[in-house]
């Protein structure tokens, strides 16, 4: 089948015959199994601005020996997608629509998406790190020192240690792949 790119629509396009939720995918843009949304610079896109047309398939519809074809248009300004519609007449309104404001609200939509990918490696990064060093540095029980000694040293090592419910579990290293799985927050941000 070959390769191609998906486009992630908010909310996405449905079957109008069966209302089925349709995956939008095309080989317009030099595919490579990246994920594009309205706002994305296309990397390769065989306009700098225009309307390319595009069909969606409905697998359900098909299944049932109806209309399974959705046809869409996809919009690109300046080598961005600007729009997925679902007729020439809105494809061409969207096109001469594109305003500064829609810009700004992709950059705050692109800057928030990379403080929020930027804080959740680091969360991964720091739990990782940490089970690391549970698995080759464990600490050995010292009795060293006074009580004193002994507090703030039990209490650094709380501070850079895994917290109880994740050493706790069966699997820690499972359970930390899971609690930082893409899937496992509500809001990965924009592209
Ligand atoms: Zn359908």
Known sequence: MGLFDTILLDPPITCPNCGRTLELQTKHFEPGMVSYRIGSII?????????????????????????????VWLVVWHSILVGVERSEQAAEARLASIDRVDLIRWIDEAQRAERTWRSRFRSFYRDVSRWHEHVHHPEPDDEDGDDTERSRRRSMRAFFSLPKEILDTPDPLATILSNHNETSEESDGMF
């Open 43 to 71: 990397t390769y896109s065989p306009v700098l601005s225009g309307i390319l047309t595009e069909d969606l398939f409905c697998h359900d519809c098909y299944k049932a020996e109806r209309d399974h074809r959705v046809d």
